[in-house]
């Protein structure tokens, strides 16, 4: 079973550039989100999906992007890298409301 | 604002002990509550998850307990072995989405 598989493992980007980071699911699940984790700062929810063509804010959605188009796959978007979203960030992955939650194994990204 | 919360933030153990992790959370309209370990540099896995209808789950040598009256939350790990070294992490779910506590991270020493 893959789970959730994230891409790339690890990356470095300019100030400015633009990247997508991949998420993707095999389990069929509904519910799917980003998070990014910072030292001292714990995990925090960037963008969140409840369905194919359905996404809403979490708690620090900006500079980031997100659409939905399939149940599989949810790919977050840096429309222009900034050296204060250089994080660890993960994708998760749930049935539905309540259920247990999957994690990726994260992407490491550097903003330079 | 939905705040979760964890101590010890750092413990340090002989091999063998019986210990306890604490997780406090500010509101206790949860719908569920899941324990994840997380080793460096790797993602997170999950170990346990209560509903918001129970008290306890056991897997192995863990169990976690949930309090929701009283916002809290205990992991006990028994015999614990230098492989159960890592962090530890509180999740806590109002329904779309978690809420994270800071961590645990946790020594076991040979």
């Known amino acids: 079973n893959a789970g959730v598989t994230q891409t790339p493992k690890f990356q470095v980007l300019k100030t400015g550039q633009s990247m997508t980071l991949q998420c993707a699911q095999d389990m069929n699940h509904e519910y799917m989100s980003w998070y990014r984790q910072d030292p001292g700062m714990g995990l925090r929810l960037i963008h969140y999906?409840?369905?194919?063509?359905?996404?809403d804010q979490g708690e620090v959605p900006n500079g980031y992007n997100v659409s939905r188009s399939t149940t599989e796959d949810f790919p977050l978007r840096l429309l222009s890298a900034a050296p204060s979203q250089t994080s660890v960030y993960f994708c998760a992955s749930r049935r539905g409301k309540g259920t247990e939650a999957f994690f990726g194994q994260g992407t490491r990204l550097t903003v330079v | 604002k939905q705040e979760v919360t964890q101590i010890p933030a750092a413990l340090s153990v002989p091999e063998g002990e019986n210990l306890v992790l604490n997780c406090s959370f500010t509101?206790?309209?949860?719908?569920?509550l899941q324990w994840f370990r997380q080793d460096p540099g790797k993602g997170l896995t999950s170990l346990l998850l209560?509903?918001?209808?129970?008290r306890e789950q056991t897997s192995g040598r863990l169990n976690a307990s949930l309090d929701k009256s009283s916002g809290r939350s205990t992991l006990y790990i028994a015999a614990s072995q230098p492989g159960d070294s890592a962090t530890y992490l509180c999740?806590?779910?109002?329904?779309?989405?978690?809420?994270f506590g800071p961590g645990t991270r946790l020594s076991v020493l040979p």
């Open positions: 509101d206790s309209a949860i719908y569920n």
């Open positions: 209560i509903q918001s209808s129970q």
């Open positions: 999740a806590v779910s109002y329904g779309q989405n978690f809420v």
């Open positions: 999906s409840v369905g194919a063509g359905i996404t």
